[in-house]
Each structure stands twice: as structure tokens, then as C-alpha cells.
């Protein structure tokens, strides 16, 4: 179970009627986006017969489970099952919901609602995305930083902004890195896509070499 608001995705990254896998500590999650921009993150597992919920497709306000077709709302609760369409699909029938929040251009995920909001990440903008072979500990070594909420900063010097990293576990040695930048020109920013990319490239060799 996580305590602390998860960094799941660039909120760029998942437009709306976009559905995507990601990790929240253990679980698998499916997040998507409704047509109206709504955020919402599950557990990856349809209550029917357990295909995956990030293979779905979203419809309007609800995502419908592509095996099947069960539908779901916002809240999780099945609205519609196809094999049986006068049916008022009971209550119970819902899918396990997580906590899920739009903020600060970075959609952010709990097993449980933190009593506390995310971090303020100061005045910046959505970069990038980046999977590293390396286990977040590894990562913020690498910035000389120690983990605090998973937030760090990556001064890249010259032109380049100092960036914003999130920090996400996918799993042992394998983490996302979502990057937020200072405000700055396009000219700058490319500079700071490359300058994480050579970032990611230290960070993964210093893991070979150890
Ligand atoms: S497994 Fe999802 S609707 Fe059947």
C-alpha cells in the first residue's frame, strides 16, 4: 500500500479517451482520461474475468473492458454488461479504485488518498518521460540527492534548465523518470531532453559497472 502520492505519468502523456499502464508500489494500474478530461486510476484487473483494463477503450465518461465489453464509470462501478443489456449491473460490481489526482501537469496515483497534497514543483513545465534500467535509490544517487518524497533536481549546467525529476518504482531496478523543466525556449528544452537522456546513460552504466 502507498501513503505518499505516486508521479504516474506527464499529464501530456495521457490525452483524453487515452488509457495507460502503470505501477502504484505493487499493483498494476490501468489510468485513463475521460472525454471531459477526468482522470481515474484502477487496479489493472476487470472484475469479469480479469483481462487487463489498460487494454480498454474509453467511451464518453466510462472505460469499457475490451474482452467482454463491461462498462465502467468514473467511480469504478460497472454500468453496463452487453450479454445482458436490460440489466442494472448490481453495485457491487466495480472495479478497484485508487486514488488519482491532475495537478501540477503530472497525473498522480495512491492505493489510498494522502493526506497530504504532492509536492509544489515550483514554476515549471512537462519535458519528458524516460524508463531507466535502475531502481530509484540508483537514480537519486546519481543526482546527489536523497529521495525526498521522490522529488529531486538535476542541475545540467550551460544552457540547460535545472529539471524537475519524479521518481516512479516500476519494479526491482527499473524506474520512470518523469521530467518538468523551468520554463525556457524550445532551443533549451531539446537541451534538456538530451541532457536527461545523458543522464539516463550515466545512471544505467554506473549500474553495470557496480
Ligand atoms: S473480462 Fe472484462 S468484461 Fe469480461
Known amino acids: ?41 484502477w487496479v489493472d484487473r476487470c472484475p469479469h474475468r ?33 450479454a445482458h443489456p436490460d440489466l442494472d449491473p448490481p453495485e457491487t460490481i466495480r472495479t478497484q479504485s485508487l486514488a488519482c489526482l491532475d495537478a501540477q501537469g503530472v497525473i498522480w496515483i495512491a492505493s489510498e488518498a494522502p493526506a497530504v497534497a504532492p509536492p509544489d514543483l515550483g514554476n515549471v513545465v512537462p519535458l519528458r518521460s524516460l524508463t531507466f534500467e535502475a531502481g530509484i535509490d540508483a537514480v537519486a544517487a546519481m543526482t546527489g540527492e536523497v529521495p525526498d518524497r521522490s522529488l529531486l533536481r538535476l542541475d545540467a549546467h550551460g544552457p540547460v534548465p535545472p529539471l524537475v525529476l519524479l521518481l516512479q518504482a516500476l519494479g526491482p531496478g527499473r ?15 531539446v537541451a534538456a531532453s538530451r541532457a536527461l537522456e545523458d543522464f539516463r546513460r550515466r545512471t544505467e552504466a554506473q549500474g553495470i559497472a557496480a
Open 50 to 82: 480479469g483481462m487487463r483494463l489498460s487494454h480498454g477503450f474509453v467511451r464518453g465518461e466510462m472505460l469499457s473492458c475490451i474482452y467482454h465489453g463491461w462498462r465502467f464509470d468514473g467511480a469504478g462501478r460497472c454500468r453496463k454488461i452487453p
Open 1 to 41: 500500500m502507498t501513503t505518499e502520492w505516486i508521479p504516474a505519468a506527464l499529464s501530456s502523456d495521457l490525452p483524453r479517451g487515452g488509457v495507460m499502464a502503470s505501477v502504484c508500489g505493487t499493483l498494476e494500474v490501468a489510468v485513463w482520461r475521460s472525454a471531459s478530461g477526468r482522470v481515474a486510476a
Open 175 to 189: 524506474s520512470a523518470v518523469h521530467a518538468l523543466a523551468a520554463p525556457t525556449g524550445t532551443g533549451a528544452l
